[in-house]
């Protein structure tokens, strides 16, 4: 049971969605990759060739187009989260807090949600972290993200980054949604097995020329605060000045700036590039002049073993994460797109699932089903009876309808069913059947009205041949349900055999 309801969903999704190939997918990531191979390859067939200063310049740009990438990534995640948890139009702030607590699956330390009167749904240390850094400053930028500068948090006692994105809920109101990350997220990034612990990687403020360190020689040195004019100390007195002037472009904001200077007797070459995701940060690359030609020879060696390792790996890692994440998509859509009682689509996502199957151009028929004086059924034996009685009648319907047409609750006990149409004869035969099993339910028994039974009114329209599009369908459909319904109910009615039908 469990795995055709499951079905059912992934049919009625794939209809709203269009249909999306995981090989056409699968296709495209390969083809990205295979491109960044070659490019990978042939940028480093120039690195080796070039001086010292030069690599280190690719290999800050690399670095920084890869803590971009990070940043993006975590920047369109929050985006996404906050457009999908926006689509379920949450009544309150609450129930947004709670599934962003309990995602066990999130790869953030922390998650919450400010609503638009600052109120703060999220732990009381998080809250505190709010006033220290001043982040609600950061969260009124979201447009439609927000990205605060890197702090040490005292709640997890590590350099940590914030993310916010705006969230629409309770159909007028918005607030934000915030998502923590560790700093060493983007440390793990930096980290270069190629140069071991010879490359130094910071990021730099380009106001405050405060920098933190991602990667370097001193382990513990890594997520410690520093500050760019304090580190002219140590720099050999006649290049000073080459170190000033990069500092003052940096204020500038200048981009790809490379320098070359000495602290003793070693020689440093050191890159910058600027994080786009990130408006005022940079990341700087510092290599020491003899890690370079140690350790390109060794990589030459293992670089196409790699790649070809790395192959497998991607390819593995696309079809889980497109499994998953397929997976996650269709609990969503589904809560969005189906009736929570029923499990049929709901109005809004049957019109546009309808607009598409009428598309095709093939006979269908749209059948309204309208359950007779169902008021009596709440009245009598409750809302409880009433909603299972629902539910045992959208069961029907999958029965004799699912499986060549979408079923839909359009209200409280009307009900629509798009289906292919063979004839008009077979169709009529399956709404009698509809009739006939509903007939065979039975409700409680009542000291009043021991043989209370329920029936249904009916009204049907053919396309092409009593309409040419979803809206008219609809309004035929509904002109011969009525006609059904004024006449007594308990019965259908195709809208060809009305007089108003035979007269146009």
Known sequence: MADSKSKRFKDDINLLKGGRSFYL?????????????????????????????????????????????????????????????????????????DILRNNKNADYLSAGFIDQSGEKFASQEEAQEFAKWDLMQTAALANPVSISAPYRSSVYGQPVITLFAVLKYADTRHGYMFMT??????????????????VEIWLMNAESANIIQCAGSDEHSIGSWANAYLAMQDINEEDIPVYGNWLTRIRHLEDNIGISYSVGETLYSQHCSRIASMPGWYVVVRIPGNALSATMHTFRNYVLYFLAVLLIVVIVLIANMYRLAKRDNEILEA?????????????????????????????????????????????????????GFLTKFSDVLKKNFSENGIISRFGGDEFVVLTDMPSVDEVSALIKKTADDLWSFSLPADKEDRDFSISFSSGAARFPHDAADLSLLKKRADTALYEVKEHGRNGYLWYMDLPEANSR
């Open 335 to 387: 809560l969005s797109t189906h009736d929570p009682l029923t499990q049929v689509l709901n109005r809004r996502a049957f019109d546009t699932a309808a607009s598409k199957w009428i598309a095709r151009g093939k006979d269908c028929a749209l059948i309204f089903f309208d359950l007779d004086y169902f008021k009596q059924v709440n009245d009598k034996y409750g809302h409880n009876i009433g909603d």
């Open 181 to 198: 990350y560790k700093l060493n997220e983007l440390q793990k990034i930096a980290v270069t097995q190629s140069l071991g612990n010879d």
């Open 25 to 97: 997918t699968l296709i495209i990531c390969l083809i990205v990759f295979f491109g960044a191979t070659g490019i990978l390859i042939t940028a480093f067939n120039r690195l080796i060739s070039r001086h010292d200063q030069q690599l280190s310049a690719e290999i800050s740009t690399i670095m920084a187009e890869k803590m971009n990438s990070s940043i993006e990534f975590m920047t369109e995640s929050v985006n996404n989260t906050a457009i999908l948890l926006s689509s379920r139009n949450f009544d309150k702030p609450e129930q947004i807090y």
